[in-house]
């Protein structure tokens, strides 16, 4: 009987301490956009066919959201970007190709952003963002993968690098991801 009601009890706590199920979503997600008004955009260098943008995020800002937003803007057809600043919470993704999809990883405390990387190409006429980051505690611990969202909090700064020859994407079927092709013409 008393073991009984432990393994009881025990069920119990497993079912309402941490029974999350994982979360997964799909690498074709569209981007929220709106969801970074504070965003200031400046042009600090160009000539007739590359320009570099600096783009600094304000607190609250959603980084995705600011970055297709600036594509958007700024009509954007091929462009690759680097940043560093700070998050009040994120989550990004590791791609498990088994289920073709971003298994999320949370981090939901404040962490300095170390590295964030991406490019800026296009799929159906649209400007698509892909990025990578890495996230520091303050343990010393990095925590990273494909970034699905991120609030900055107190700035974050990215330096845009935008090409006049445009670069499409296409999705590939094996693997289930959208990856560029550089014979693709539209």
Known sequence: MKIKLLLTGLLLCFLFIGA????YVSPTAPTKTG???GVKVKLI??????????LVFAEGDEILSGL???????????????GIGDASSSKFGWYDKSRKMFKVNE???????TSL?????????????????????Q???VHGGHLLEAFVNPTLQ?????????????????????????????
């Open 20 to 23: 999350e199920a994982q979360q």
């Open 35 to 37: 969801r970074s008004p």
């Open 45 to 54: 260098s160009g000539n007739n066919t590359t320009k570099t943008y600096c």
């Open 68 to 82: 297709k937003e600036f594509a958007v803007k700024y009509k954007v057809t091929s462009g690759h970007f680097v």
């Open 107 to 113: 981090l939901h405390t404040f962490a300095e952003i």
């Open 117 to 137: 990387a991406g490019d800026i190409t296009l799929a159906k006429g649209n400007p698509v963002v892909h990025a990578h980051i890495n996230l520091a505690t």
């Open 139 to 141: 343990d010393g611990l």
């Open 158 to 186: 990215v330096m845009v690098t935008v090409q006049p020859i445009p670069l499409y994407k296409r999705m590939d079927e094996a693997s289930g991801i959208m990856v560029i092709d550089p014979d693709l013409k539209k």
